[in-house]
C-alpha cells in the first residue's frame, strides 16, 4: 500500500461521494504515509482497531498532520467543531467521520 491515492477520494462523475471501501482503502493509505505505519500493520485495521491512544505514533501532533492529509486527499475541510475525541478513538469513527463529511459535500 502507497499512499498518494488522491482520485478515490472525490466525487464521481455522478456527484456521488466514493464508496465506503475507496474511502477505508484511501484513509488506511494516510495513516501508513502521516504515521509511518507499515502498510501489512494497517491493511489488518477494522472498525474497532484503536487509534488516539493506542498507537504511539498518533499522539497530538500528528492529529494535525493527519487532519491536513486527510483534507487534501479528499478535498474537504475539516473545522475545529468537527472534530472530538470519539472519532479518533478507532478506525470506524474516523471512517465514518470522513464519510460522513463527503456526503454532506
Same mark, same amino acid.
Given at each position: 500500500?502507497? !499512499? ?9 462523475? =455522478?456527484?456521488?461521494?466514493?464508496? =465506503?471501501?475507496?474511502? $477505508? =482503502? $484511501? ?12 502498510? $501489512?500493520?494497517?491493511? !489488518?485495521?477494522?472498525?474497532? &482497531? ?8 498518533? $499522539? ?7 487532519? &491536513?492529509?486527510?483534507?487534501? =486527499? ?32
Amino acid at each position: 500500500m502507497t !499512499g498518494e491515492s488522491k482520485t478515490d477520494g472525490h466525487a464521481d462523475k =455522478r456527484g456521488l461521494p466514493p464508496s =465506503r471501501s475507496a474511502i $477505508d =482503502r $484511501d484513509l488506511k493509505a494516510i495513516l501508513v504515509d502521516v504515521l509511518g505505519l507499515e502498510p $501489512d500493520e494497517v491493511d !489488518g485495521f477494522d472498525n474497532e &482497531t484503536g487509534l488516539f491512544g493506542h498507537l504511539p505514533e498518533l $499522539d497530538s501532533m500528528a492529529v494535525a498532520g493527519l487532519f &491536513t492529509e486527510i483534507e487534501d =486527499r479528499f478535498d474537504m475541510l475539516i473545522e475545529d467543531d468537527d472534530v472530538d475525541a470519539e472519532m479518533l478513538e478507532t478506525f470506524g469513527g474516523l471512517l465514518a467521520f470522513v464519510e460522513m463529511k463527503l456526503i454532506e459535500g
